[in-house]
């Protein structure tokens, strides 16, 4: 069956440190989000990407980078871990709608938590 | 921007009974789509309810339904027969229609967390 899967599941970190959050979708999906969940603020966008070699902001981008060099793969970096970073993180993935007016579900991934201290 | 908020943090329900959930939105968009999702201590994030703006008809799957009211800017989830397995944070969201062909952004609430007891 195809899925959305996250690694590292839990991980603590280092204030100044580089932490990659990995994300891996077999759905073939063109679209991949990720998002930061919060108490008192639900999800909130990150990064997305339309396809490969395409990345772009979010709402809470700073502090944050992505990749994107195939279909299945949209890595998340930290590039100087904060303590402010620390949050529970979600990749989606879905498909291009089909028309401009339809939707297509996301796939959640099952959450990264992720710990800077 | 798309605003959603979610007025009640925590909710209790008897198993068995029927609870709602209120979400109200800002937009300044005509066509739009809203979502329920629950999100159980596994942190699983699943759709529950999905309505089109431009439908009139509320949304309903099996237990769950929806009372939406576009001009009030409201969108209400009613949970009948509440299960222990409905215990779960639950997120209302909003998605614009996009102007490209290709991404539909979420806008989600805060959350509302639903205790079911026994």
């Known amino acids: 069956d195809a899925e959305i899967t996250q690694s590292p599941r839990h991980k603590i970190t280092e204030t100044g440190r580089q932490v990659t959050l990995a994300c891996h979708q077999t759905w073939n999906h063109n679209n991949m989000f990720w998002y930061r969940q919060d108490l008192g603020h639900g999800l909130r966008l990150i990064h997305y990407s339309y396809g490969v070699q395409d990345t772009n902001k979010g709402e809470v981008s700073d502090g944050y980078s992505v990749s994107r060099s195939n279909t299945e793969d949209l890595p998340l970096t930290l590039e100087s871990a904060a303590s402010s970073q620390t949050s529970v993180y979600f990749c989606?993935?879905?498909?291009?709608?089909?028309?401009?007016?339809?939707?297509?579900?996301?796939?959640f991934g099952p959450g990264t938590r992720l710990t800077v201290l | 921007a798309q605003t959603v908020t979610q007025s009640q943090p925590e909710m209790s329900v008897q198993e068995a009974e029927t609870v709602t959930l209120s979400c109200t939105y800002d937009t300044s968009e005509n066509n739009y789509y809203l979502f329920w999702y629950k999100q159980p201590p596994s942190r699983q994030m699943i759709l529950v309810i999905r309505q089109e703006a431009y439908k009139q008809q509320n949304a309903t799957e099996n237990r769950f339904s929806v009372n939406f009211q576009k001009a009030a800017k409201s969108f209400s989830l009613k949970i009948s027969d509440s299960q222990l397995g409905d215990t779960a944070m639950y997120f209302c969201?909003?998605?614009?229609?996009?102007?490209?062909?290709?991404?539909?952004?979420?806008?989600f609430g805060s959350g509302t967390k639903l205790n079911v007891k026994p």
């Open positions: 969201a909003f998605m614009k229609l996009p102007h490209s062909y290709n991404f539909n952004k979420f806008y």
């Open positions: 989606a993935s879905s498909e291009y709608p089909r028309t401009r007016v339809s939707y297509n579900e996301q796939f």
